[in-house]
């Protein structure tokens, strides 16, 4: 029987305890106990919710604040369905009743009042002018790299920082906007001299699986989760013996089950698809953590390979500085 994957937290508020302040940094909380928001939660299932209870999430995920305040009949009949479902949709994204889904909805409306004043909303319309893209644009893009962060399982990020600092072997899979992202990490990998290689053809992603064995890593990169060619990769590379690593959106979605290892964003969908916007950025960031980590393990060695090959691209440079004047010619820093 294979092994269930080790999956990003999505803590919820609990009534009985306090939300931790965020800006708060003394001995009692050293700056990890920020709460995620039940909201990512929210979107992260939206998917493998039943009809009704999508409905139910729709209400919440429009106007958070208002629910926050509202009674389950009030709620109910906005989403055109029943206070049993209410219910069964707060069993389902893991806050055990309403109650304790408004005091949740509650908490996570004043954190965000606190982090900032600002309210732009994520849909982009025909009439928004450049300026409303920018700010709308920028926004989404912060949120997602905040919300990824907060909900981050820093367990399973270390347990896969740990797995690719000892592989003998790493293939990154995407395909789509995703590819990009893969590129990157391998990129970054390479750069400090761990053998790795990222795919974007599914046939070649196919065969490279193929050959990989215990010890090597392979990791999928898929906003939705459910891209087929990547799903299929990566469950070739598990049957190999490979440590397999998903990162994803969605943490019920199909590549989990053929994942060690799951780790999740939490990018919001807009108006132009976050699958190629926000969610690449939340991606990024995801990727960043790996590679400083997987560095910090080898801290001596990667600081070599990165001034090894910054100086191999050097000559390569204008000699100019980034003020636009000139370099010395001597030492063409």
């Not at 050293?30 to 299932?45: N, Q």
């Not at 982090?115 to 912060?142: H, Q």
């Not at 899979?173 to 400090?192: E, P």
């Not at 190999?240 to 989990?256: D, E, K, Q």
């Amino acid at each position: 029987m294979s092994q269930m994957p080790t999956v990003s937290k999505f803590p919820t508020a609990n009534p009985t305890e306090p939300v931790t302040d965020p800006t708060h940094t003394g001995a009692d909380n050293p700056g990890r106990e920020v709460e995620a928001s039940p909201l990512v939660r929210i979107r992260s299932l939206l998917p493998g919710l039943a009809r009704a209870e999508q409905r139910v999430a729709k209400v919440v995920l429009d106007d958070p604040s208002s629910v926050a305040r509202r009674s389950i009949t009030e709620v109910a009949l906005a989403a055109n369905t029943s206070e049993t479902t209410v219910t069964r949709f707060c069993k389902a994204v893991g806050v055990g009743g309403y109650p304790q889904l408004r005091i949740a909805l509650a908490a996570d409306t004043a954190r965000s009042e606190a982090r900032s004043t600002r309210n732009i909303g994520g849909e982009i319309s025909a009439t928004d002018d450049l300026a409303a893209v920018v700010g709308k644009v920028s926004f989404a893009d912060a949120r997602a790299v905040e919300e990824t962060a907060d909900q981050v399982d820093i367990a399973t990020l270390e347990r896969v920082i740990n797995l690719l600092a000892e592989a003998g072997r790493i293939d990154v899979y995407g395909v789509g906007a995703s590819a990009f992202v893969a590129a990157d990490l391998q990129q970054k990998l390479h750069r400090i001299g761990r053998v790795s290689f990222a795919w974007s053809d599914t046939h070649i992603m196919l065969t490279s699986a193929a050959v990989l064995k215990a010890g090597d890593v392979a990791i999928a990169v898929s906003h939705s989760g459910a891209t087929t060619d990547t799903v299929e990769a990566l469950r070739v590379a598990r049957e190999r013996g490979a440590a397999t690593v998903a990162l994803t959106n969605f943490p019920r979605s199909p590549i989990t089950e053929v994942a060690d290892h799951v780790l999740t964003t939490a990018a919001r969908e807009t108006t132009f698809r976050s699958g190629a916007t926000a969610s690449r950025i939340a991606q990024l960031t995801v990727i960043d953590c790996l590679f400083i980590g997987v560095a910090q393990r080898h801290m001596t060695d990667a600081s070599q390979a990165l001034e090894a090959t910054r100086e191999a691209v050097g000559s390569h440079r204008l000699g100019v500085r980034p003020d636009g004047r000139r370099r010395p010619r001597e030492t063409g820093k």
